[in-house]
């Protein structure tokens, strides 16, 4: 097949500018709809009244954009996140809609702060989280919307996370204990003292966690993995310690639950599989299931409501399309269109994204997807295995720009979602600590293989990619593993693990024990690190090497990257390096991912044969 028979180029601007419009949220009465939409090239917030022609922008940042917002329980302002330049040091802004009355509510240098809690029956008042005092820890303080006054309610005294209970009570709490485990503690009111009523060792540490306080505050809903494979739904009554199960699956994690905002029962629990699944629990929101699943193809998720709860937002994600976001009416059970996040995708061929999975040499089940070409045949591609990060995530079924960008330029994408990823109960996450740069990686490379045998792929034009853990993957495969790939693209990867460690954000400390017990511990395994770390390998690189970073990178430091590309230079080995000192753990501004995608595209081309731009 020539070239001039393949579908036409998407161009970068249309995958990875910014979106014509996404991340619509209604307002508390049902009557207003706010969304992030371009002002002059930077993502801004605009609102419309439902029904009228009236949008307009009501905010007017200029440099990174507005990334997430929520409208304010009063419906009178709506607030959003905002860091400098990456650093995730993020403060809390809002904007009053009446008189576009702009306010830091944050306005602390060297402070991250978080969102706690929000309820309708507190109109004026949010509990936000501030590392303020202990830059390992955020206490919770009591914020006024009306004066912008803060007040300490919570001296955190080494908790990772809080639970509220609807009176706006802190009461519930996530523990990290220094074995790896995590405890669930309770409190019965503000005055009395912190109990424990779930402690779980390190095998459930990352499946367990405290949901919501039942609407009378006796019970505790969680998700936890204890006595089971797979993160359980589970209702703790905090008298007796007794359990009652409200949803399980023997090999999928609980992945999202939806309660009345009222009653604070369970309506529906949703699963990602190769899918999404979502089980009905409540009959009363069993048409609306139905009615949402019939709107659109692809998978949906519930993405907010009004306070009467009578109207809901949807999004529906495709493999092959934009995201498209609906209202859905649940008194006349109809639904309307409200827009598509990036409408020109519509103007050309996307590639379908296929579930596969595969035995690990071990015998471990694998799942990934592969995201064909589209227009070409399936047989000795060029290929390119993109990593996720966390490595406590996983890639999912939907529209990923990045697949669509590389099959669209005539590559294979493989994604494996290899041991150490979440959602596929704990045997499967637990096979990945300290498996760093060993089996983990075995995982990616035998997803290949099986991908080699099915003659899909040209084993000597392979690519491996990722970002965070997946910028790690492709160091390890240019250091570990070089006879495998044909070149690699590092993005934010970590290049040695002791430092890596030794350098996490401090209000991470609390879950330091993580990194200890999964990947290792740099006081006690410091020769364990050293020999999964790409840099002790570093003279092994024999393929071409791009790496990009961003400078104010607050999880994966600047010397991380530098380090490596310094070995590279002592050793003669050919790489580009992109730094972007005004990006973060990824990179935010569009001009910013285009100047690299662009960068990669070339390098890509050069190196596999694919097309370009």
Same mark, same amino acid.
């Given at each position: ?151 300490k309610i919570v001296e955190n005294p080494g908790f990772a996370g ?255 979602? $290899?041991? #150490? =990823?979440? /959602?596929?109960?704990? !045997?499967?996450?637990? @096979? ?6 060993? +089996? ?24 491996? $990619?990722? #970002? =965070?853990? /997946?910028?790690?993957? !492709?160091?390890?495969? @240019? ?6 790939? +044909? ?34 511990n740099p006081e006690t395994e410091e020769a364990f690190l050293w ?83």
């Amino acid at each position: 097949m020539s070239v001039e028979e393949l579908p036409p180029l998407v161009p970068r601007e249309v995958l990875f500018g910014n979106p014509e419009r996404v991340s619509p949220e209604v307002s508390p009465d049902g009557r207003m709809l706010a969304w992030l939409a371009p002002l002059d090239g930077v993502m801004n917030i605009w609102v419309r009244t439902i029904g009228a022609d009236d949008d307009r922008a009501v905010t007017d940042d200029t440099d990174r954009g507005v990334q997430g917002f929520f409208w304010a329980p009063d419906g009178r302002r709506i607030l959003f996140l905002r860091d400098a330049a990456g650093d995730e040091n993020w403060r809390i802004n809002d904007v009053h809609l009446e008189s576009g009355a702009q306010r830091d509510l944050t306005p602390f240098d060297d402070v991250q702060a978080r969102i706690e809690h929000v309820d309708k029956k507190f109109p004026t008042t949010i509990l936000v989280g501030l590392n303020r005092d202990d830059p390992q820890l955020h206490d919770v303080y009591r914020l006024d919307l009306e004066s912008g006054e803060l007040t300490k309610i919570v001296e955190n005294p080494g908790f990772a996370g809080f639970v509220t209970d609807e009176q706006q009570q802190v009461r519930g709490a996530a523990a990290p204990q220094p074995d790896g485990g995590i405890a669930i503690l309770v409190r019965d009111d503000t005055d009395s003292d912190w109990r424990p009523v779930v402690e779980v060792g390190q095998t459930d540490s990352l499946t367990t966690a405290p949901v919501a306080f039942s609407a009378d505050g006796r019970r505790l809903l969680i998700i936890s993995s204890e006595d089971a494979n797979a993160a359980r739904l589970a209702w703790l009554d905090l008298s007796t310690g007794a359990r009652t199960v409200v949803a399980e699956d023997p090999q999928y994690d609980v992945g999202g639950v939806r309660v009345h905002p009222d009653t604070i029962e369970v309506e529906f629990v949703t699963f990602v599989k190769d899918r999404v699944e979502h089980v009905v629990l409540d009959p009363a929101v069993a048409p609306d299931v139905e009615g949402i699943t019939a709107l659109d193809d692809g998978d949906w998720a519930l993405q907010g409501a009004d306070h009467a709860d009578r109207t809901w937002l949807v999004s529906f994600t495709l493999d092959d399309g934009p995201v498209r976001y609906w209202s859905w009416d649940r008194d006349a059970r109809e639904g309307t269109f409200l827009f598509e996040h990036r409408p020109a995708l519509s103007q050309y061929v996307l590639a379908k994204v296929e579930p596969f999975a595969f035995a690990a040499r071990d015998g471990l089940e694998v799942h990934g997807y592969l995201t064909f070409p589209p227009g070409m045949p399936r047989h000795d591609l060029p290929t390119v295995l993109v990593v996720h990060g966390g490595p406590w995530a996983r890639d999912t079924w939907g529209f990923a720009p990045e697949a669509q960008w590389l099959a669209n330029r005539g590559y294979l994408v493989i994604q494996v979602n $290899y041991r #150490g =990823s979440t /959602g596929f109960g704990k !045997a499967f996450l637990n @096979a990945g600590d300290k498996a760093w740069g060993a +089996a983990m990686h075995d995982d990616l490379l035998d997803g290949l293989a099986w991908a080699v045998e099915q003659g899909h792929v040209d084993p000597a034009r392979v690519a491996i $990619y990722g #970002g =965070s853990y /997946g910028g790690y993957a !492709a160091l390890v495969g @240019a250091t570990f593993t070089p006879d495998v790939f +044909a070149c690699a693209i590092d993005v934010v990867g970590p290049s040695n693990l002791k430092t890596l460690i030794e350098s996490i954000p401090p209000y991470w400390a609390p879950l330091v024990a993580q990194f200890h017990t999964r990947v290792g511990n740099p006081e006690t395994e410091e020769a364990f690190l050293w020999e999964r770390s790409p840099l002790s390998k570093v003279d092994q690189i024999r393929i071409p090497m791009l790496i990009a970073q961003g400078a104010n990178d607050p999880r994966v430091k600047q010397a991380e990257s530098e380090q490596i590309v310094a070995a590279m230079v002592a050793n003669g080995i050919p790489h580009e390096y992109l730094l972007f000192e005004d990006e973060g753990h990824g990179f935010v501004k569009p001009e910013n991912r285009l100047r690299f995608y662009a960068a990669a595209e070339r390098f890509l081309a050069e190196h596999l044969g694919g097309r370009a731009e």
